[in-house]
């Protein structure tokens, strides 16, 4: 398989580059810098790109570039076509494409391993509602999109997928015990897991966001109060580690959850797994839950960054 990884050099672009090539296949790391990439992308010029599709198997787009004309240039030369988004209005307009290669979406942790943990659950008990907790480390440097859209969500609202109710970002707190944390209070966020699973399977999910450091966490929940704050300066990083936890808990109990060190490693694997599984996919949009089961995911033997997997039900 020959693999065009879109940002194939940023936070998140190099680690997929790295573990598809890790697995076997031909990877290349496009963007615009020539020093860094291998073909040189600039997704602002359409015939930038057009030129570097023949001969391509799949295109990951880890560029953090959110526009649908990508997707069909990809899909329209034949090639797979995977995006690592987790925005809601993105996800709905490649959803509203018909491409006449494979579309994936749902890739990453969050949307992507929380989509697969839900589905666990579903499985399980297929008439509960579904808690996702996701939790991330404040200390880990992100790439600048990835930070960029955290900060983009702050005063933003969004339509709750069950009830169609407006919220506001970071607020509506939920209290969860998490695997290695203890208690946590976390935050409704707008990531379009929530949106496409409520859908899929029928139940009200609903996703929850925090940072491991509390203090972190708690400075978000109040500045998505201030006017103007989702266009604060990037330049500061909150204290805190690396560690990251993924989990789906159904309102009866009934729990999967998957943690580790680094969420742009961890991305990345999940990310390498689901471009294999693209080129094989048939035409049309599919999402990661529809697509493997968290049994076919190599995030703990690929990335050494995944340390825990636990099931549990309460009676």
Not at 166 to 177: C, D, E
Not at 260 to 278: D, E, H, L, Y
Request: a positive charge; one cysteine or more; aromatic letters at 4%.
């Amino acid at each position: 398989m020959r693999a065009l990884v879109l940002g194939g050099y940023g936070a998140v672009g190099a680690g997929i580059v790295a573990e598809l090539r890790r697995r076997g296949e031909e990877a290349l790391a496009a963007g615009r810098n020539p020093r860094l990439a291998d073909v040189v992308v600039d997704l602002r010029e359409p015939r930038s790109l057009a030129a570097a599709l023949p001969g391509v198997d799949v295109v990951v787009n880890a560029a953090g570039a959110e526009d649908p004309t990508v997707a069909e240039a990809v899909t329209g030369a034949g090639a797979a076509f995977v995006d690592i988004t987790a925005t809601t209005g993105y996800v709905a307009a490649l959803e509203r494409l018909t491409p006449c290669a494979p579309v994936l979406l749902s890739v990453g942790l969050a949307p992507g391993l929380t989509n697969l943990l839900a589905a666990e659950v579903h499985g399980e008990s297929p008439d509960t509602p579904i808690d996702i907790a996701l939790l991330l480390g404040a200390g880990e440097r992100h790439g600048e999109a990835s930070t960029a859209w955290a900060y983009g969500l702050l005063g933003r609202g969004f339509r709750d997928p069950a009830t169609g109710r407006r919220i506001r970002n970071y607020t509506l707190a939920r209290h969860f015990v998490l695997p290695g944390q203890g208690p946590r209070r976390l935050y409704r966020a707008d990531y379009s897991d929530q949106h496409v699973l409520t859908r899929d399977l029928g139940v009200a999910v609903r996703t929850y966001f925090g940072l491991d450091s509390g203090a972190a966490t708690a400075a978000l929940a109040a500045l998505t109060w201030v006017p103007g704050a989702s266009k604060a300066p990037r330049g500061l990083h909150p204290p805190g580690g690396d560690r990251w936890l993924a989990m789906a808990r159904g309102r009866d109990g009934t729990t999967r959850w998957l943690g580790g060190r680094g969420q742009s490693r961890a991305t990345a694997a999940i990310a390498a797994t689901a471009a294999r599984a693209a080129a094989g996919l048939p035409a049309g949009v599919h999402h990661l839950h529809r697509v493997l089961r968290l049994a076919d995911l190599d995030v703990i033997g690929a990335q050494e960054a995944a340390t825990e997997c636990r099931r549990s039900r309460r009676d």
